[in-house]
């Protein structure tokens, strides 16, 4: 399938590093601390204030993603909070869309890493403040996305593969041209899932093989792929 990729990147290049490092998945957890390291010093070089606060925490969020790869819970849990904390920090200063996007972003991967009595507490936050990011910015892929996962990524039986497909496939039309690389990656990967859950591996395999495009050393997918 050929397809011509145009990327919307509106993050500075020095933080863009981190987290291609994270979803190319070619650096172990601590490989990428270094770079998580060098990206965190340079933000506080570089900006101030709301913008600081929320950079901070998309690093604390990718790190923590990194960690959660390897299931290192505790330590991913750990930037998590943290990034709860910075979102947190920025909304008291200015509510943004970004703001309430990383603060439903650490929220939700919180939850994958914290006891079920934490995703019963605080699971209902996710969508509720990426709601809030889409009142800001309907444009929000990220935002949209996450409303949109919980009915692919949820267990059986809340979850709702042809709702979140049609909900993925929706983001890809109303964003095509505007969508970041690490949500275009997610988006396909996403109705890839789905349909690999249900075992339609000839419908997976164009969406796995187009996420390949954005991301081509990403494991998660090619382990996929390679099942299908």
């Given at each position: 399938m050929s397809v011509l990729i145009i990327y919307a990147e509106t993050l500075p290049d020095w933080f863009i590093v981190l987290r291609?490092?994270?979803y190319e998945q070619e650096l172990t957890a601590d490989e990428i601390v270094p770079v998580y390291e060098a990206t965190v010093k340079t933000a506080g070089e570089t900006l101030t204030g709301q913008e600081l606060y929320v950079i901070l925490s998309r690093c604390e969020y990718m790190l923590g993603r990194a960690y959660q790869y390897e299931e290192r819970k505790n330590e991913a849990a750990a930037c998590y909070e943290k990034g709860i904390d910075w979102a947190e920090k920025a909304l008291a200063l200015k509510p943004t869309s970004e703001g309430y996007q990383m603060l439903a972003d650490n929220i939700s991967q919180a939850c994958a890493v914290k006891s079920v009595g934490y995703a019963m507490a605080n699971g209902l936050k996710v969508e509720s403040n990426a709601k809030k990011a889409l009142e800001l910015n309907p444009k929000n892929a990220a935002a949209q996305y996450m409303i949109a996962a919980r009915y692919v990524y949820a267990p059986s039986p809340f979850n709702n593969f042809k709702k979140g497909i049609k909900m993925m496939e929706d983001i890809i039309t109303e964003n095509d041209a505007g969508m970041e690389?690490?949500?275009?990656?997610?988006?396909?990967?996403?109705?890839?899932?789905?349909?690999?859950?249900?075992?339609?591996?000839q419908d997976a395999r164009p969406w796995l093989e187009k996420s390949l495009t954005v991301y081509p050393t990403n494991k998660y997918v090619q382990k996929m792929l390679s099942k299908t």
């Open positions: 291609d490092a994270l690389k690490d949500d275009r990656f997610n988006v396909y990967s996403a109705i890839g899932y789905a349909y690999f859950e249900q075992k339609k591996y």
